[in-house]
């Protein structure tokens, strides 16, 4: 993973930092205004939003890496399962990840974009368009938050005993299956956020776990699975397995659990 993050040269990294910021900008300018919501034919929504930042991205990339295919949220289903599961590298892109969080104007949405190699993460970048803020990193290269110029190396949090946990708990996904996994684990603060900025949290030190039983798309997981783990952190299938990407039919993850801490008993929180 990491000669292929290296591969990765810093003209391009930057190159994708940019596109991702030039797609916040875009779904700041639907922000602002008023905007209509759509439901897919899976019932989610989607907008104007949700739109621009995806032609802003695909056409970016498209000219930075003319040779890596992307598939996108918004387009997937263009893309027939035979095509995308011979691709060895591609992009792999949440335009607005945390669409149900823009529709509340809670700002707590972002854009996701994400290199691939061989079904592994390589590369993340997570832009959060209300603050600002952006997260990247890679497998074995590392992470950082960049706050407009200024870049800080970031790390995940290594429990030494101290309670208590501090458990990423999303806005609009919570389940029986959540309460009982936050009941095993003792005591607990959960710490409500919505979209991948949970992974961006949890990289940075600020959150410890983020459980998740219930569907997700794997661009929803892929650029934060690369961020934290590139500042030491894991997201594991309830097989302990890491996750892996474009290697199925289906682009719907499992269960899944994130930790900063790869030590934490998280077998133990989950139903027997």
């Given at each position: 993973?990491?000669?292929?993050?290296a591969a990765?040269?810093?003209?391009t990294?930057?190159g994708v930092?940019?596109?991702a910021r030039s797609?916040?900008?875009?779904?700041?300018?639907?922000y602002?205004?008023?905007?209509d919501?759509?439901?897919?034919a899976?019932?989610?929504?989607?907008?104007?939003?949700d739109?621009a930042?995806?032609?802003?991205?695909?056409?970016?990339?498209?000219?930075?890496?003319?040779?890596?295919?992307?598939?996108?949220?918004?387009?997937?289903d263009t893309?027939?399962i035979d095509?995308?599961?011979?691709?060895?590298?591609m992009?792999?892109?949440?335009?607005?990840?945390?669409?149900?969080?823009?529709v509340?104007r809670?700002?707590e949405f972002?854009?996701n974009?994400?290199?691939i190699?061989?079904g592994v993460?390589v590369?993340?970048?997570?832009?959060?368009?209300?603050?600002?803020?952006?997260w990247?990193?890679?497998?074995?290269?590392?992470?950082?938050?960049?706050d407009?110029?200024i870049?800080?190396?970031?790390?995940?949090?290594?429990?030494?005993?101290?309670a208590p946990?501090?458990v990423?708990?999303?806005?609009?996904?919570r389940?029986?299956?959540?309460g009982?996994f936050?009941?095993r684990m003792?005591?607990?603060e959960?710490?409500?956020?919505?979209?991948?900025l949970?992974?961006?949290?949890?990289?940075?030190g600020?959150?410890?776990?983020?459980?998740?039983?219930?569907?997700?798309s794997?661009?929803?997981?892929?650029?934060g699975?690369a961020?934290?783990?590139?500042?030491g952190g894991?997201?594991?299938?309830?097989?302990?397995?890491?996750f892996r990407y474009?290697q199925?039919?289906?682009?719907l993850?499992?269960d899944?659990?994130?930790?900063?801490d790869p030590s934490?008993?998280w077998?133990?929180?989950?139903?027997?």
């Amino acid at each position: 993973m990491a000669d292929t993050a290296a591969a990765l040269d810093a003209a391009t990294r930057e190159g994708v930092i940019a596109i991702a910021r030039s797609a916040a900008d875009a779904i700041l300018d639907v922000y602002a205004g008023a905007f209509d919501v759509i439901r897919k034919a899976d019932a989610s929504p989607v907008t104007a939003a949700d739109l621009a930042a995806h032609h802003v991205i695909v056409d970016g990339l498209a000219q930075l890496t003319p040779d890596i295919p992307v598939l996108s949220e918004e387009s997937a289903d263009t893309v027939s399962i035979d095509t995308r599961r011979r691709w060895t590298r591609m992009w792999l892109v949440d335009p607005l990840d945390g669409t149900r969080e823009f529709v509340k104007r809670n700002g707590e949405f972002s854009v996701n974009i994400a290199l691939i190699e061989d079904g592994v993460a390589v590369f993340g970048v997570i832009q959060a368009p209300v603050t600002g803020l952006l997260w990247h990193g890679a497998p074995g290269q590392g992470a950082w938050r960049r706050d407009g110029t200024i870049e800080t190396a970031i790390q995940a949090r290594r429990i030494d005993g101290a309670a208590p946990l501090r458990v990423a708990a999303s806005r609009s996904h919570r389940d029986a299956r959540t309460g009982a996994f936050l009941a095993r684990m003792g005591d607990t603060e959960p710490m409500p956020l919505g979209s991948s900025l949970k992974f961006c949290r949890l990289a940075e030190g600020a959150l410890d776990v983020y459980p998740r039983f219930g569907p997700t798309s794997e661009w929803d997981t892929a650029a934060g699975q690369a961020i934290l783990e590139g500042a030491g952190g894991v997201v594991l299938d309830p097989a302990g397995r890491p996750f892996r990407y474009n290697q199925r039919d289906s682009l719907l993850n499992g269960d899944f659990v994130a930790l900063g801490d790869p030590s934490l008993p998280w077998r133990d929180w989950l139903a027997v």
